[in-house]
C-alpha cells in the first residue's frame, strides 16, 4: 500500500525532474533560456498535479507571477503565485485554500502567494508599484481563464503608463542609492547593482505599460531603440542570465551576489585563464563590468528616450549653436550627420552642457548618436589641437566637470580619447581598503577634488577649501587625479608608470613647463604624503625636512595636500577619519614651515602649541604653577605629538595626581564624533600595552589610533582612539563603561605567562573585507631598523587586520622584553600599518632579533589564517 502522500509524491518528481534539467545545462553552459523554461515547465506541472490532488475553490485560477511570470525560474528562485477567485471566499473555500497552501509548502519550494479577487488586485496594485509590476507579467497556469482575462482587461484600463513610469523611474533611483550609484563596486550583485538583471527587467516592465510585448525586437520595431543596442542588450542578459544560474549552482542556495571566494570558482566554470598581472577572477570580473557598463548605458538611455515619449516636448527647439540645440532642457543636435561632420562635436557636446545651465542632460537621440559615434576618436583625432583645446576647456570649466566625466566615461569617449584609460576600466583593486574599480575611484577622486570648490562642501573640508580657493589653475588637479592610478594592474609602480603617461600627455596638450612638471610630480608622488603621515615620527625635524625635500615649493605642497586627501577619501568610507585628517594637516602645516625657513624650526612649533593649549588650561581654572608641576613630568615629544587640545584635557584630568596610585583611566567622543577617546595614566610596567590590548580585544573594541608616551618619573600616558560596531550610536553612554572597565582590568595583574597567544576571531561577522582577505590575502610585511635618531628601533608592520592583532604583538613584545617607546596604529580599510618605536637588549642581537621578527610573522599568520 502506498502511504506517500500526494504533495510529497510530487515534491520527488519535481526534484528528480529538475536534477536532470541541471545535469544537462551543465554539460552545455551556452543556452540559459533553456535551463529557465526547462525549469519553469517543471514547475508548472507540479502544480497541476497538486491542484488535481487538493482542487481550489470553484471557478477560481491559478497564475503566475514575478520572474515566474515571465516564464524564467531559476535554480533557487523563489516562486510567486496569485490564486484569483471570483469572489470573497466562503468558509468552504477558506478550507480548500489552506489545504491548498500546505501542500505548496511541502513541494520544497520557496513559495509566494497571494489570494485575491479581481477588485483587491485592483485595489492594491492602485497603491503599490511592485504589486502593479507582477500584474503586468501575470501568466496564466490553470483554472478560470475568463476570469484571468477579465483581470488583465480591467488592469490594462486602470493602468497609467505615465505613473507608473514616473513610480519605476523612483524605484530605480532608490535603488540605485543602495548601491552606492555605480555598477563597479567589487562585490556586486548581479540582479539588483545598477547595470544589473534588474535595468533590463525595467526596460521591459516600461515597455509593457507603454502597450509593447517588452521583446527586443518590439522595440526596435517601434522606433525605441536600434537593432545594435537591442543586439547588445540580449546579449548582455544573456550573460547575465548564466551569471545568475551559475551563482545559483555555486551557492547551493539563491544569491546574487559576486563574492570575493566566489569570483574564482565562477572563473573556473567558464576556463578563464590567468594573463599577465591579473588573476582569472580579476579577468572575469572586468568582463561583468564592461557588460554591465553597457546595460547601465542602454538602461538610462532607455528611461530618457521612455520619459520623452510619455512626456512630449511641445516648445520648438531653441538654437544654442550652428550645432546644438536646446529641446526642452535638454540638449540636441541640429543635424543628424553632425558628427559624421564635425567629429570635434564629440567632446563639444559636454562643454556645451557645462556652459548652459537651462539644459540639464543629453536628449536620448544625442547620447545615443555620441555612443555610435565614439569609434570616430582615434589617432587623427587625438592629433587635432581643436580637440586638445576642448578637452582642456572641459577641465577648465567652473561647473559641471564630475557629471561630464561620469557621462563621457559611461558613453565611452574618454577611454577613447586617452586610451590608456581604457585599460583600467572594470580594473578590480585588491589592496583591502579600496571598494572601488580603478576607474570608479578616479572618478571619486575627481568628485572629491570638485567638491573643494564648493562653498556648501567647505564645512567639510576646512583647509582643502581654503588652499583651492587661493590656489592658481586647480584644474591641474583633475589632470593628476585622473592619471594617478592609471598604470594599475599592469605590473610595476604604477605611480612612476603613471607619472611617464601624464607627462605624455602634459606634452601633447602643449602645457606650460611649470604646470607640466607639477602633474607628473603629483602623480609620481601620490602616495608619498600619505605615507610620511601615517608612517613617520612628525615630530622630529629630519622627517618633515626629508619631506620638504621632496616636495620643494608651496604650490607642489598645496596640491599635493589636496590630490592626497581626495585619493584617500575616495578609496572607502572607511579609510577617512578626523585622526588621519590631522595627521595630514599637521604634516602640510610643518612642511609649509619648513619651505618657508628652509628648516622645520621645531621650537616655534612647541611654542605655539604650548601657548594654545596654556590658553586652553587657563580657561577651566587651573593655575599656572599647577599646571607646570604636571607640564615639568612631560618631554618635548609629548608636546609635539599631541594637539593643544588634548594636551589641555590631559592636563585638567592629571594636574592633582601627582604622584598616582593605579590606573586612570578617561575617555570622551573624538571631536567629530567619529569613535571614543581613551587616555590611561598609570606607573608604566612591561605589561601594560598588553593588558590595555587585551581589554579592547574581549570588548570587541578596534583600535584605530595609539599613542604611546611614558613621563619622566616613569608614569604611561598613553591615549587611544577607539571604534566598534559594538558600540551603540550614543557614543556618551559607552564612556563611563569603558572608564570602568578599563580601569578594573589594569589593576588587575596579567597571568604570569610567556606563552604566545591563540585568540579565535570567529566572534566577528565575516564581512566583505574578511571574504576578500581569504581570497586575495596580504602578505604580511615587517621591517626593523633604527629610528631617525638611531636610539631605538624602528618596525614598520602591514598586514591584513585581524580583531585582536595588536593584542597578539603587544604579547610577542613582553615575551621578548621589548619596551614599547611609542606606537603609531593606523587602520586602512582592511589593511593595518602600524609604526612601534622598540628598545630592549633582544633588538641589539642578530639573532634573537631575527627570532623577535620570525615570532611577529607566526603571530600575525595564526590570526589571519583563522579566519
Not at 364 to 373: D, E, G, N, V
Not at 554 to 583: C, F, H, M, Q
Request: proline share 4%; net charge neutral.
Amino acid at each position: 500500500m502506498n502511504t506517500v502522500s500526494p504533495a510529497i509524491a510530487i515534491r520527488n518528481r519535481l526534484q528528480e525532474q529538475k536534477t536532470q534539467v541541471l545535469d544537462t545545462y551543465r554539460q552545455d553552459r551556452s543556452r540559459p533560456d533553456s535551463l529557465l523554461v526547462a525549469l519553469r515547465k517543471c514547475t508548472d506541472q507540479a502544480m497541476k498535479e497538486l491542484v488535481a490532488s487538493f482542487p481550489l475553490p470553484a471557478g477560481a485560477s491559478l497564475c503566475a507571477i514575478g520572474g515566474y511570470g515571465r516564464g524564467e525560474l531559476y535554480p533557487y528562485s523563489d516562486v510567486d503565485l496569485l490564486i484569483l477567485l471570483q469572489q470573497p471566499p466562503k468558509d468552504s473555500d477558506k478550507a480548500l485554500l489552506e489545504q491548498f497552501v500546505s501542500a505548496l509548502w511541502d513541494l520544497g519550494l520557496d513559495i509566494g502567494h497571494s489570494v485575491r479577487t479581481i477588485d483587491e488586485c485592483l485595489s492594491e496594485s492602485a497603491a503599490d508599484i511592485t504589486i502593479e509590476t507582477a500584474l503586468l507579467e501575470l501568466r496564466f497556469i490553470l483554472g478560470n481563464r475568463k476570469l484571468v482575462t477579465t483581470l488583465e482587461a480591467r488592469f490594462r484600463e486602470q493602468l497609467n503608463p505615465q505613473d507608473f513610469f514616473l513610480a519605476k523611474q523612483l524605484e530605480l533611483q532608490q535603488r540605485y542609492a543602495r548601491y552606492n550609484e555605480t555598477p563597479y563596486s567589487l562585490e556586486p550583485n548581479c540582479k539588483e547593482s545598477p547595470g544589473g538583471l534588474r535595468d533590463l527587467q525595467m526596460i521591459r516592465w516600461v515597455s509593457l505599460a507603454a502597450g509593447l510585448s517588452g521583446s527586443w525586437r518590439d522595440l526596435v520595431a517601434h522606433d525605441m531603440m536600434t537593432p545594435d543596442e537591442a543586439a547588445k542588450c540580449a546579449k548582455a542578459e544573456q550573460a547575465f542570465k548564466r551569471l545568475r544560474i551559475d551563482l545559483h549552482l555555486l551557492a547551493g542556495k539563491r544569491d546574487d551576489r559576486l563574492m570575493f571566494h566566489t569570483q574564482p570558482q565562477l572563473a573556473d566554470v567558464y576556463r578563464i585563464k590567468a594573463k599577465d598581472t591579473r588573476r582569472p577572477g580579476e579577468i572575469l570580473m572586468q568582463r561583468y563590468y564592461w557588460a554591465a557598463r553597457i546595460v547601465y548605458l542602454m538602461n538610462h538611455i532607455m528611461m530618457q528616450s521612455f520619459r520623452e515619449h510619455f512626456f512630449p516636448v511641445k516648445d520648438c527647439s531653441v538654437l544654442i549653436d550652428e550645432d546644438f540645440c536646446r529641446v526642452g532642457q535638454q540638449l540636441d543636435l541640429v543635424a543628424d550627420d553632425a558628427f559624421e561632420r564635425k567629429p570635434q562635436l564629440l567632446l563639444k557636446a559636454f562643454l556645451v552642457l557645462q556652459q548652459h545651465p537651462e539644459v540639464n542632460d543629453m536628449s536620448a537621440k544625442l547620447q545615443r548618436q555620441i555612443w555610435r559615434s565614439r569609434h570616430r576618436i582615434d589617432a587623427q583625432f587625438r592629433r587635432n589641437p581643436v580637440n586638445k583645446w576642448l578637452f582642456l576647456q572641459i577641465l577648465q570649466q567652473p561647473t559641471g566637470i564630475v557629471h561630464s566625466f561620469r557621462r563621457m566615461t559611461m558613453l565611452s569617449i574618454l577611454p577613447q580619447y586617452i586610451p590608456v584609460f581604457r585599460k583600467i576600466v572594470g580594473q578590480m583593486q585588491h589592496d583591502l581598503f579600496h571598494v572601488y574599480t580603478v576607474d570608479q575611484h578616479t572618478l571619486m577622486v575627481i568628485r572629491n577634488i570638485r567638491r573643494f570648490t564648493m562653498p556648501e562642501h567647505a564645512q567639510e573640508y576646512p583647509l582643502a577649501s581654503r588652499l583651492i580657493a587661493d590656489m592658481d589653475q586647480h584644474w591641474l588637479l583633475y589632470v593628476a587625479a585622473l592619471f594617478h592610478d592609471i598604470a594599475k594592474g599592469r605590473g610595476g609602480n604604477h605611480s612612476t608608470l603613471g607619472a611617464l603617461e601624464v607627462r605624455k600627455f602634459a606634452r601633447d596638450h602643449n602645457l606650460d613647463p611649470d604646470d607640466r612638471a607639477l602633474v607628473e610630480f603629483l602623480v609620481e608622488q601620490h602616495l608619498t604624503m600619505s605615507s610620511f603621515a601615517q608612517k613617520r615620527d612628525l615630530s622630529e625635524p629630519s622627517v618633515i625636512q626629508e619631506f620638504a625635500d621632496i616636495v620643494g615649493t608651496e604650490r607642489r605642497l598645496t596640491a599635493l595636500y589636496l590630490l592626497t586627501v581626495a585619493d584617500i577619501r575616495g578609496t572607502s568610507p572607511k579609510v577617512w577619519n578626523a585622526w588621519k585628517g590631522k595627521l595630514l594637516e599637521d604634516l602640510y602645516h610643518y612642511t609649509l614651515t619648513a619651505l618657508g625657513s628652509n628648516v622645520f624650526d621645531r621650537q616655534s612649533i612647541l611654542t605655539q602649541r604650548k601657548n594654545d593649549a596654556i590658553a586652553l588650561v587657563r580657561f577651566s581654572g587651573i593655575s599656572d604653577e599647577d599646571r607646570d608641576q604636571f607640564w615639568n613630568t612631560l618631554d618635548v615629544a609629548y608636546f609635539l605629538r599631541h594637539e593643544a587640545r588634548d594636551i589641555a584635557w590631559h592636563t585638567r584630568l592629571l594636574y592633582r595626581m601627582l604622584p598616582q596610585v593605579g590606573a586612570e583611566v578617561r575617555a570622551r567622543p573624538t571631536e567629530n564624533n567619529e569613535g571614543i577617546q581613551v587616555m590611561v595614566y598609570t606607573p608604566d610596567r612591561p605589561d601594560l600595552f598588553e593588558q590595555i590590548c587585551s581589554y579592547f580585544y574581549e570588548q570587541r573594541i578596534d583600535i584605530l589610533d595609539a599613542r604611546i608616551h611614558t613621563t619622566r618619573q616613569g608614569y604611561a600616558l598613553d591615549s587611544f582612539v577607539v571604534d566598534s560596531a559594538a558600540i551603540d550610536a550614543d557614543i556618551r553612554s559607552n564612556v563611563p563603561l569603558i572608564e570602568h572597565g578599563l580601569r578594573n582590568r589594569l589593576n588587575e595583574p596579567l597571568p604570569a605567562q610567556n606563552e604566545p597567544l591563540t585568540l579565535k576571531s570567529n566572534r566577528y561577522v565575516v564581512g566583505a573585507n574578511v571574504r576578500r582577505s581569504r581570497t586575495f590575502p596580504l602578505v604580511p610585511l615587517i621591517e626593523l631598523s633604527p629610528d631617525e635618531n638611531s636610539q631605538y628601533w624602528r618596525l614598520s608592520i602591514t598586514a591584513m587586520d585581524s580583531p585582536g592583532i595588536l593584542y597578539a604583538l603587544a604579547n610577542t613584545f613582553k615575551r621578548h622584553q621589548i619596551n614599547l617607546q611609542m606606537a603609531k596604529v593606523m587602520t586602512l580599510g582592511d589593511r593595518v600599518e602600524d609604526i612601534f618605536i622598540l628598545g630592549g637588549n633582544a633588538l641589539d642581537n642578530p639573532r634573537t632579533q631575527m627570532q623577535f621578527k620570525r615570532d611577529l610573522l607566526t603571530a600575525i599568520n595564526n590570526l589571519t589564517t583563522q579566519k
